[in-house]
């Protein structure tokens, strides 16, 4: 901050603080100090610049910054968060398909995985949701939102003593399940914020 307050032009410093402010969560004042220092990394300065406007609900915007990324990096991180931005945007095709891509290249991922469940689910494809989210939910018995998911899912697949107890496990795991169901479940998707430094 010092740095910045007593230089004019430091592009580097700027860099610096915009990516402390986007591991901190605090998306405005990332996005204002990404762009001074926008040349430092372009490719990274990208993809949080993506983050930060999928994080601020500004789908369009975050489907542009990350298109750049996807053109020379298909990572998970860069795939998944395209793929929320997308699903955010109303595009539901779009999405399973990056979050497809992204389960491939990591599915030991329950985010990738997880945000998969959620599009088939938008998608009315609750079978294969449930298909996806069954064995993620096995390897992350005490994640609570894939109890949730997996509970919502098969109920809606007809499977109901198997909804209760996953929709009773993530309850136990703390979860307000019926606040969650007034929700959007477009909200539900987790993004990926790791930065690459």
């Known amino acids: 901050q010092m740095a910045v307050e007593g230089f004019r032009v430091f592009p580097e410093a700027h860099f610096q603080l915009g990516t402390l402010y986007f591991q901190l969560g605090d998306w405005s ?19 949080m610049r993506g983050t930060c406007y999928v994080q601020q609900g500004k789908p369009v915007q975050a489907i542009q910054s990350l298109s750049h990324v996807l053109s020379s990096s298909r990572s998970l991180r860069v795939l998944n968060n395209i793929g929320v931005a997308y699903l955010r945007n109303g595009d539901i095709a779009q999405a399973l398909n990056a979050f497809m891509e992204a389960r491939n290249l990591a599915r030991s991922d329950s985010t990738a995985t997880m945000n998969l469940g ?26 609570g939102m894939l109890q949730f998911l997996l509970g919502l899912v098969l109920n809606r697949s007809g499977e109901g003593d198997r909804a209760a107890t996953a929709m009773t496990r993530a309850r136990d795991l703390g979860l307000d399940i019926d606040t969650l169901q007034l929700e959007d479940p477009k909200t539900w998707c987790l993004v990926h914020t790791a930065c690459q430094r």
């Not at 001074?36 to 990208?46: L, T, V």
């Not at 959620?118 to 005490?142: F, M």
């Open 29 to 47: 004042n990332a996005l204002i100090h990404l762009s001074r220092g926008a040349g430092e990394d372009s490719m990274e300065y990208e993809f």
């Open 118 to 143: 959620i599009a088939w689910h938008l998608q009315g494809n609750d079978a294969a949701a449930a298909s996806a989210l069954e064995g993620v939910a096995k390897a992350h018995p005490k994640n």
